[in-house]
């Protein structure tokens, strides 16, 4: 996006890993190999130092921006940095979200977790990086990324379960499973959701649900912790059972 509210789109494969790579680095320098070993893995061709040069270059002149001299890409030995204002990059800022959100909820601040992490989780717009070459920069920031998505969602829905919202939860890892139909920790979060308010009978199924799922696609029997979660249920219908026969 420049100034004027336009885009510039970066559509050449070769050219989106370099930037990928620079803004994963923003404000450090990235070696001219490292680039090189984004786009060519191990087995670069006989000119990729001049082909570097040509798809750097391109790349400035896109990111230049109207009205402001010179590109936000600086040659710097041994390779190019990017520099970027504070907050401008996305990535930056769902990384402070984050970081705070998981203070607040190790604090028992659920409160300001769940608007933090809601905040850090409103600036995920689909697969980080998608369609980009699995490069050491690009791949690891890209995998990095997943499981920070992953780890986000899980403390906002815990912070929201510790203030009893467990309707609105629910909803939450109904989502979140449909993307994830093997991550036990999120069935885990919605059968606790369905027990404490009052649907038994609906998280024993979600139980059934996860352990179906769970054994045919991976061979394995749920976590110890997910089959201790079933047996609490079961035990706690047991004595509602006990004590109305009681009664």
């Not at 680039?35 to 230049?64: F, Y």
Request: with cysteine.
């Amino acid at each position: 996006m420049t100034d004027d509210g336009s885009v510039a789109a970066v559509s050449a494969p070769k050219m989106q890993i370099l930037l990928a790579a620079l803004l994963i680095r923003a404000g450090h320098v990235v070696s001219r190999d490292e680039l090189s070993n984004e786009i060519w893995g191990s087995a670069p061709p006989r000119r990729a130092t001049a082909s570097l040069h040509v798809h750097m270059s391109q790349l400035r002149k896109i990111l230049t921006r109207p009205g402001r001299p010179g590109s936000p890409i600086a040659t710097a030995a041994p390779g190019y940095v990017l520099r970027l204002a504070p907050g401008e990059l996305d990535l930056h800022r769902f990384q402070c979200l984050l970081r705070d959100g998981r203070r607040a909820a190790r604090a028992g601040n659920h409160e300001r977790a769940v608007e933090l992490l809601g905040a850090a989780r409103s600036l995920h717009r689909g697969a980080v990086l998608d369609g980009a070459a699995a490069g050491p920069i690009v791949g690891g920031c890209a995998r990095w990324a997943e499981e920070a998505r992953i780890e986000s969602a899980e403390l906002l829905v815990a912070s929201g379960i510790a203030l009893g919202r467990y309707q609105e939860m629910t909803g939450v890892l109904r989502a979140l499973l449909a993307a994830h139909p093997l991550h036990e920790a999120f069935y885990r979060q919605l059968i606790l959701c369905m027990s404490r308010s009052g649907r038994r009978a609906e998280a024993l199924r979600a139980y059934h649900c996860a352990r179906d799922t769970i054994r045919r696609e991976l061979g394995l029997e749920p976590s110890w912790e997910l089959r201790e979660l079933q047996r609490t249920i079961l035990r706690a219908d047991g004595a509602a059972r006990d004590m109305q026969l009681a009664g």
